[in-house]
Structure formats: C-alpha cells, structure tokens
C-alpha cells in the first residue's frame, strides 16, 4: 500500500503536469508517487482503473508508462485541485495505492 507519510519520508524528485512527483525515481522500473493531496503510487498501482470510473469530478487521467514491471499506463492526478475529499477512489483502488489527504 502506498505509506501515508511519503511527504516526511520521500523528496519531492521532479513535477509532472504541475503536480509533484515524490521519488525516487529511476525510469522505467521505479515511477515514485505522483501528486500530494490526491497521491498515486505509481509502483503499486496496476491500471485498474476503478478511480477513474469513480471520481465524481475526474480528478484522474491515463498515462503511458512503458516498460514498468506492474502496469504500462497509470491513473494521474491530473486534477487533484478539484477532488471534493469523497474518499471513493481511495476506497475502490484493490492495491490501495492512492492517498487522499482532506488536510
Ligand atoms: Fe476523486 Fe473523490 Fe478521489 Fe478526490 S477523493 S480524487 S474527488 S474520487
Ligand atoms: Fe491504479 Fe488503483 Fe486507479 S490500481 S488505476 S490507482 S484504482
Ligand atoms: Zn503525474
């Protein structure tokens, strides 16, 4: 499961579509996580694709990711400024790779 507490244990390595990407990264195999209010772990995540289904204000957005051992495209963060804090996301992922922090 994605660590809760990535902000104090993780530093932010480098953005990605104005978002913070949390490392480490080291392309392709090892992605860190994308986002901060609404965080996805793109090393856990495996394109299910629930969060996408179910975020009421499409806070998420397919990218490509080839060559990574879980998955070759992962849900983005691309709008974490809309999430409401449903939580459903977080709730729906089966590998409980997404953080949403209502802060
Ligand atoms: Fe979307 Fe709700 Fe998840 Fe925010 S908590 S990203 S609004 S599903
Ligand atoms: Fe990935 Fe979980 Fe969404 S596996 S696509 S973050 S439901
Ligand atoms: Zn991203």
């Known amino acids: 499961a994605i660590d809760p507490e990535f902000e104090n244990n993780r530093e932010i390595a480098e953005e990605h579509e104005g978002h913070n990407v949390w490392g480490p990264v080291e392309e392709p195999e090892t992605l860190g ?15 299910d694709g629930a969060c996408l289904e ?13 060559d990574h051992p879980e998955s070759e495209i ?5 709008h974490e400024d809309q999430c409401i804090d ?6 729906v992922c089966p590998v409980d790779a997404i953080d949403v922090d209502p802060g």
């Open 33 to 47: 996580i994308h986002g901060t209010h609404v965080a996805v772990d793109f090393d856990i995540c495996l394109a």
């Open 54 to 66: 179910d975020c009421p204000v499409d806070v998420f957005e397919w990218v490509d990711t080839p």
């Open 74 to 78: 992962k849900a983005d963060p691309a």
């Open 86 to 91: 449903c939580m459903l996301c977080v709730d």
